[in-house]
């Protein structure tokens, strides 16, 4: 078992290593032809289309592993029913971002048009739930391959976009179309390769969005600690200040695949060996943290100790702005990812009634620090916010909480290196067997 999680976390890693290859090159000549400010309306219109994502998701995407690994001789079933109900509200959610955008900037026609043509993107994301069936049975080759080819069709356009120098409205298009290539393609491999035709149930979608409720709202408030900062930015201080943050944050995001891929990957083996044996579920769990620990420790010291060169390279010199924020939002990647580890373990646990809690807490806090420090600071405010915000939330509050003190225990665990050394040394021995 052990061995399929580190080949599907391969996989992931593999195909993924491509793709930033490819949006490394095509994505630095976007932002270096949009310029500050039409990058910053376009992440500004990103962060609000981000916001209803968990209300166009209503937590499914949280449990539908655990359905998968429950009733796999449902999985046809459950996917379309899944499925079905995203579709819906995803145009619910459409509509709520075009009216949110038209209100707040009622006389930028752009940025109105931006949001428009970007709110598609949604439509398509509700489909690209597919890709947790494809997780619940360690086939992560396949969304990764359909994503690959996704950003090689988007690369090709946004490179005919940047040799006719194309508006702003088309690259906004182009979020729409990486999305439709990816679900359109896992719909089509999961009919070669299911072995259940989708259907709906009405019944079991009710019983599903019972067990799902609970993350809508905890879901909601991560996105408001999330985004809320460049929307606060765009609306406080200006595009301009907005697409330097922006900058920083997707500098930030290009190793984000890695601990995804290593997070979607133990995600469905933590939950099955939950039912099995309570001591590996929670060495796994461990391990996870460990993982999660040393690798976003590298990335944030080596881009703190670069990040002048990174930003210089990357971005050019008119986004030099860019690195000092850097320096600071970096080391929130550590406790973001450990909020993903800490809601595997509440899902195992089934004590998702104490997500509304926690998000709920961090939400208010991080719309307060931004309140307090963006109109003295700007995005390095921003930046200093969303790390405050980062480690109360998925640190500090699980030391307050009592139920949920024991996943604090792991974390805490997962900090001493003997950890890090068993890991490695599995990894050698199991490499040693596949060679021999």
Not at 94 to 118: D, H, K, P, Q, R
Not at 128 to 153: D, G, H, R, V
Not at 246 to 260: R, W
Request: hydrophobic content about 50%; glycine content about 6%; overall charge positive.
């Amino acid at each position: 078992m052990k061995r399929n999680v580190f080949q599907n976390a391969a996989w992931i890693i593999a195909c993924k290593i491509v793709q930033s290859l490819i949006n490394f090159v095509i994505g630095l000549l976007t932002v270096r032809y949009l310029g500050p400010s039409n990058y910053g309306s376009l992440s500004y219109v990103m962060s609000v289309v981000a916001f209803t994502m968990p209300i166009m998701q209503l937590g499914l995407n949280q449990t539908l592993v655990k359905e998968f690994v429950k009733a796999p001789e449902r999985d046809g079933t459950i996917l379309g029913t899944a499925l079905f109900i995203n579709i819906l509200s995803s145009l619910f959610c459409m509509v709520g971002s075009v009216a949110f955008v038209s209100i707040a900037n009622w006389n930028e026609t752009e940025t109105i048009v931006v949001c428009i043509l970007y709110s598609f993107s949604l439509l398509f994301q509700a489909t690209e739930m597919t890709q947790f069936w494809f997780q619940s049975k360690l086939l992560s080759k396949f969304p990764s391959i359909a994503s690959l080819c996704a950003y090689i069709i988007v690369a090709v356009y946004k490179t005919y976009l940047l040799a006719t120098h194309k508006s702003v409205y088309l690259f906004a298009l182009s979020h729409v179309l990486e999305y439709f290539v990816i679900s359109l393609t896992l719909i089509l491999i999961y009919r070669k390769v299911g072995a259940h035709r989708l259907s709906v149930n009405r019944q079991l979608g009710r019983e599903m969005l019972s067990r799902s409720k609970y993350y809508i709202i905890p879901s909601l408030m991560v996105m408001v600690f999330q985004h809320t900062d460049r929307i606060m930015l765009r609306l406080m201080i200006g595009s301009e200040e907005t697409g330097f943050y922006s900058a920083a944050i997707t500098c930030i995001g290009m190793t984000a695949f890695v601990f995804s891929a290593v997070i979607d990957s133990a995600r469905p083996v933590i939950l099955e060996q939950k039912d099995q044996a309570e001591d590996l579920y929670e060495k796994r769990v461990t391990q996870l943290y460990s993982i999660i620990t040393w690798l976003s420790l590298a990335q944030s010291v080596g881009m703190t100790l670069l990040a002048a060169p990174i930003v210089h390279i990357l971005y050019g010199d008119d986004y030099a702005r860019t690195a000092e924020i850097l320096r600071v939002a970096v080391w929130y990647v550590t406790f973001s990812h450990y909020g993903s580890v800490r809601n595997i373990w509440i899902l195992a646990e089934g004590k998702q009634k104490y997500l509304l809690r926690i998000n709920v807490t961090g939400a208010l806090a991080n719309v307060v620090l931004n309140l307090c420090l963006i109109p003295f600071l700007g995005a390095i405010g921003a930046a200093v916010a969303s790390l405050i915000t980062q480690f109360f939330t998925n640190v500090i509050i699980g030391f307050l909480f009592k139920p949920i003190r024991r996943n604090n225990a792991l974390m805490v665990r997962s900090l001493h290196p003997r950890v890090l050394l068993e890991i490695l040394a599995g990894l050698r021995r199991s490499g040693f067997r596949r060679g021999k």
